[in-house]
């Protein structure tokens, strides 16, 4: 009788077992965290996470890192490679005979002769200026001041005043006058300062027999010796400079102004005020 009940029991353990019942545990009561106690573990825990989520950033940025330079190692491979196999073909070919042809170079004789320094006209302004003519610069500037920009008929325009000192040559009724002029473009001029952009206008000009449009780029120059600088854009095909003359070109002359004559004795004093100097 006692063996089978031995039996029996051991029958509905494993009944129980089967059926996903288990043998209840003893229960180990632990006390109650204080909220000091939890805070603690909390920041423990955030720290740790903090930790791991750094060591993981900076494990995917070593390994993007690796994987730029072996992508550049692998561009740099190739291209050696393709020049290696190009030097390869060429090995045991025939030198090639490079020819050239001779540089045919424009008539000096059809361009006009300029002075370092030379008198300007503006028909559509009505009045002359000094100008003078560097290569080194590419485009030509004029003085300005009071430049003020608009819009007119869907087109952007430029208004401005001759940026003069008192005694700068000019006919005095353009001196504070208002001068009107479509922008044709802008450029970005890079000095030590910064880089500023400067608006372009084309005005019709003279100098000796040449006239033609000519784009300046307008900023301040009272502060130099010249209102109008000429660059190589005007000068190119159509004029070679000798610096060692200057004013090889009469003035101009214009309603208001002085005449050539008196401009040319003016001059001559100038120039050799410059040379006793």
């Not at 393709?82 to 004789?109: F, K, M, W, Y």
């Not at 302004?125 to 003085?143: E, M, P």
Request: with cysteine; net charge negative; glycine share 6%.
């Amino acid at each position: 009788m006692r063996s089978r009940s031995l039996f029996l029991s051991a029958l509905c353990v494993g009944v129980l077992t089967l059926a996903g019942c288990a043998v209840p545990q003893a229960t180990h009561h632990t006390d109650d965290l204080t909220e000091t106690a939890f805070n603690q573990r909390l920041e423990s825990l955030e720290n740790n996470l903090a930790l791991r989520c750094s060591t993981q950033t900076e494990l995917l940025r070593v390994q993007a890192e690796r994987t730029q330079r072996i992508g550049d190692d692998a561009r740099a491979n190739g291209k050696l490679l393709r020049h290696l196999r190009a030097d390869v073909e060429n090995i045991g070919q025939e030198p090639r005979v490079v020819t050239t042809c001779p540089i045919e170079r424009s008539d000096t004789a059809s361009k006009e002769m300029l002075g370092r320094n030379e008198w300007v006209g503006f028909p559509t302004v009505g009045t002359y200026l000094k100008a003078r003519v560097d290569s080194g610069a590419n485009t030509s500037s004029l003085s300005a001041r009071d430049i003020t920009e608009f819009e007119r008929d869907g087109d952007d325009w430029i208004r401005f005043k001759l940026s003069l000192e008192d005694d700068e040559p000019i006919v005095d009724a353009m001196r504070d006058e208002w001068i009107e002029a479509p922008v044709t473009r802008r450029v970005k001029i890079i000095q030590a300062s910064g880089t500023e952009s400067r608006p372009v206008i084309s005005l019709l000009m003279t100098l000796g027999p040449i006239k033609q449009r000519v784009e300046f780029t307008l900023n301040d120059r009272s502060h130099l010796s010249y209102p109008v600088l000429l660059g190589r854009r005007f000068l190119m095909d159509i004029a070679l400079i000798d610096v060692s003359q200057s004013y090889i070109h009469p003035r101009p002359e214009y309603p208001g102004g002085a005449s050539a004559a008196d401009a040319e004795k003016d001059q001559q004093d100038n120039d050799s005020e410059e040379e006793t100097r």
